[in-house]
C-alpha cells in the first residue's frame, strides 16, 4: 500500500499521477481508512469479517479477458461517489488505484496490491481504477446483500445520513458514530498486521 496526493494532471486513470506528496498512515485513519496487509493469508480476512459482522462476499476479475465491456466499466468504477455500507476490498492478485477526498475535498490515491486488504468508510466520496497492467483480482466483503450500490456525487449525496455521519465521524464527533459503524472495533487485531 501506498498513499499519496493525485497530481491532478490531464492523462489515462490507469497511470500513477503520483504528486510525489505522500500521505501517512495516520492521515488516512484520520479520513477513516483502515489498511492491512495479509499476503496468502485468507484466515486474517475471516477474522475480520467476523468481527465487523460480514454476511457476504463475492471476488471480482476486473480485467479485459474477464469483464465484459471492460473500459465502459473502468469509467464506471471511476465516476466519483458514495456507499451507504462500509466496505472492503482485499486484493488477491494484480493491483489497482483507489481515490479517495480528504478534509480539503483533495483526492489522494491509495496503491493496493496482492496482499492488501482496504476498510473504507459508508458515505466517503471515492473511486476507482485498475492501473496500467489491467488487472485486479479482488475479494469484496458486503456487510448485507452482495451488491455494489454507487450513489454518484452531486447535491442530493451531500445532504445523505451517511455521508452527513461519515462527515460527523471524520471532523471528531466521535460519538456521533452510527453503532453500526462502531460495530467490529478494530481491537482485536494484532498491531504488527494493523498499517492504519
Ligand atoms: C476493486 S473492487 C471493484 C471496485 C469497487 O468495489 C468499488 O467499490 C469501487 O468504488
Ligand atoms: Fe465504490
Same mark, same amino acid.
Given at each position: 500500500?501506498k498513499a499519496?496526493y493525485y497530481?491532478n494532471?490531464?492523462?489515462?486513470?490507469?497511470?500513477p +499521477?503520483?504528486?510525489?506528496?505522500?500521505l501517512s !498512515?495516520a492521515?488516512?485513519s #484520520?479520513?477513516?481508512i483502515h489498511h &492491512? +496487509?495479509?499476503?496468502? #493469508?485468507?484466515?486474517?480476512?475471516?477474522?475480520i469479517?467476523?468481527e465487523? +459482522?460480514?454476511k457476504n462476499?463475492?471476488?471480482?476479475?476486473i480485467?479485459?479477458? /474477464?469483464? !465484459?465491456? &471492460?473500459?465502459t466499466k473502468?469509467? /464506471?468504477?471511476?465516476?466519483?461517489?458514495l456507499?451507504?455500507?462500509e466496505e472492503?476490498r482485499y486484493?488477491?492478485?494484480?493491483?489497482? &488505484?483507489?481515490?479517495?477526498?480528504?478534509?480539503g475535498?483533495?483526492?489522494?490515491?491509495?496503491?493496493l496490491?496482492?496482499?492488501?486488504?482496504?476498510? *473504507? !468508510?459508508?458515505?466517503?466520496y +471515492?473511486?476507482? /481504477?485498475t492501473?496500467?497492467q489491467n488487472?485486479t483480482?479482488?475479494m469484496?466483503?458486503?456487510?448485507e #446483500?452482495?451488491?455494489w450500490? !454507487?450513489?454518484?456525487?452531486?447535491t442530493e449525496?451531500?445532504?445523505?445520513?451517511?455521508?452527513r455521519? &461519515?462527515?460527523?465521524m471524520?471532523?471528531?464527533?466521535?460519538?456521533?458514530m452510527?453503532e453500526?459503524q462502531r460495530d467490529?472495533?478494530l481491537?482485536?487485531?494484532p #498491531?504488527?498486521?494493523? *498499517?492504519?
Amino acid at each position: 500500500m501506498k498513499a499519496y496526493y493525485y497530481d491532478n494532471a490531464p492523462g489515462d486513470q490507469r497511470q500513477p +499521477h503520483d504528486s510525489g506528496r505522500p500521505l501517512s !498512515p495516520a492521515a488516512l485513519s #484520520d479520513l477513516g481508512i483502515h489498511h &492491512y +496487509h495479509f499476503p496468502d #493469508d485468507l484466515a486474517s480476512v475471516d477474522r475480520i469479517a467476523h468481527e465487523r +459482522h460480514y454476511k457476504n462476499r463475492d471476488q471480482i476479475e476486473i480485467s479485459p479477458s /474477464t469483464l !465484459p465491456d &471492460y473500459e465502459t466499466k473502468v469509467k /464506471t468504477f471511476f465516476d466519483e461517489h458514495l456507499h451507504e455500507d462500509e466496505e472492503i476490498r482485499y486484493v488477491m492478485a494484480g493491483g489497482g &488505484y483507489f481515490d479517495v477526498r480528504n478534509e480539503g475535498d483533495e483526492w489522494v490515491r491509495i496503491r493496493l496490491e496482492k496482499g492488501d486488504l482496504m476498510i *473504507m !468508510p459508508a458515505g466517503i466520496y +471515492h473511486r476507482f /481504477t485498475t492501473d496500467e497492467q489491467n488487472y485486479t483480482k479482488a475479494m469484496r466483503l458486503f456487510k448485507e #446483500d452482495p451488491k455494489w450500490t !454507487p450513489l454518484k456525487r452531486g447535491t442530493e449525496t451531500d445532504s445523505n445520513e451517511f455521508r452527513r455521519d &461519515y462527515l460527523k465521524m471524520r471532523d471528531g464527533e466521535a460519538d456521533s458514530m452510527p453503532e453500526k459503524q462502531r460495530d467490529g472495533a478494530l481491537g482485536s487485531i494484532p #498491531d504488527a498486521q494493523r *498499517m492504519t
